[in-house]
């Protein structure tokens, strides 16, 4: 796939930082930004009306046993198989709702289609699902929705009106303002980077990749990037595209930010065994027991995530809500079980919470 240049971000970007507005940007989405302020206030979050859907001729769930498919971006790597965890440790908590979790084994829309199809054909309840592309999803996610079936999603969102909701694992200038931070303080304000992402259509990558154009533009203006490179959630690609660029710009890139639970351990492998401990900085997002090895030895500084098996947990409360009926459009929370009232955020988003700073210190203190 070739380079996806947005101009609208690049002007914006001009403005402020001729550094950052010269350097190759991909990866983001064309759609607003908020960074959140360089001083660590909070932003208020805006109320919105519910943007979402509603299933057609639904049949009163309320209390009843359901069935439900758990469609991830692609199964067999430890970050989905903490949120299916979740979502089982829910299901089993709740009583009534029976999960299975059957995904692409590569990172592929086209397959994650397919499954989605045939289970609608099938006849479920519910569907979970996360996006790999927003817009090529849609379709079938509609004719679940026709058919139907509750739809909430999670991790990576699809076109509102194709979902009741989405449980977001952080807001996306949250995750954003955490990535650039952690770069910064390795690297120095005028620090230059590249990024190892999945796809340029990932939605909550490109959103991500947006806002953090933003904040750096706005908080760190000096700050260069050099590149954006796709590696397909797969873990030799990512190994081979941080090798890649690290032999490309050499002693002129100082840090590498992971997009992914896959990228961003393997993105450190690559600095470990190139001898770059010290000299180019990893930060980004990964589950913290990929990370432990890489914390211990001091090459990785920190990682930011949140807690996978929470964000399953929370989508599946969050459909067996949308079932009962106790959650409907225009209500600001949600009860979600152990992680207790969530906030409803963006019309029809539910906030799971803030981003999570792993380091060698407190990375002991998880398992997953």
């Not at 947005?6 to 010269?22: I, K, R, T, Y």
């Not at 109320?47 to 439900?68: C, E």
């Not at 906030?343 to 799971?352: F, K, M, Y």
């Amino acid at each position: 796939m070739k380079p996806v240049f947005h101009m609208a971000v690049l002007a914006g970007l001009m403005s402020a930082s001729s550094a950052l507005a010269q350097s190759a940007w991909t990866g983001g989405d064309d759609l607003p930004t908020n960074p959140l302020p360089c001083d660590g206030s909070p932003a208020a979050p805006a109320a919105l009306p519910y943007d979402g859907a509603t299933p057609a001729n639904a049949p009163d769930r309320a209390g009843q046993p359901i069935t439900v498919v758990d469609v991830p971006k692609l199964v067999g790597i430890g970050y989905f198989n903490a949120t299916s965890k979740g979502i089982a440790e829910a299901a089993a908590e709740l009583g009534n709702m029976t999960v299975t979790t059957d995904g692409p084994t590569e990172a592929n829309i086209d397959d994650q289609i397919t499954i989605l199809d045939n289970y609608i054909t099938q006849g479920v309840d519910g569907i979970l699902f996360a996006a790999n592309d927003p817009v090529a999803i849609a379709p079938v996610l509609r004719k679940a929705l026709e058919a139907g079936i509750n739809v909430v999603g999670y991790d990576a969102n699809a076109e509102p009106d194709a979902r009741q909701w989405f449980v977001n694992q952080a807001e996306f200038n949250g995750v954003a303002k955490s990535l650039i931070d952690s770069l910064v303080a390795e690297t120095g304000p005028e620090g230059k980077f590249a990024i190892v992402t999945s796809t340029f259509t990932t939605p909550n990558q490109a959103r991500w990749i947006a806002e953090m154009s933003a904040y750096a533009a706005q908080c760190y203006p000096q700050l260069e990037w050099l590149e954006t490179v796709e590696a397909q959630e797969d873990n030799i690609l990512s190994f081979n595209q941080a090798n890649t660029l690290l032999t490309k710009y050499g002693e002129d890139m100082n840090g590498i930010i992971g997009m992914t639970s896959v990228a961003t351990p393997a993105a450190a492998d690559a600095v470990t065994q190139s001898g770059n401990c010290g000299k180019v900085a990893v930060v980004g997002l990964a589950t913290p027991n990929a990370m432990k090895p890489y914390l211990a030895s001091g090459c990785v500084k920190s990682a930011v995530l949140w807690n996978p098996v929470d964000l399953g947990y929370a989508a599946a409360q969050v459909l067996r809500a949308a079932a009962d009926g106790t959650l409907t459009p225009g209500d600001t929370s949600v009860q979600a079980g152990r992680l207790g009232e969530l906030q409803v955020i963006n019309g029809s988003e539910i906030l799971l919470g803030s981003p999570f700073v792993f380091t060698q210190e407190n990375a002991g203190e998880f398992d997953f």
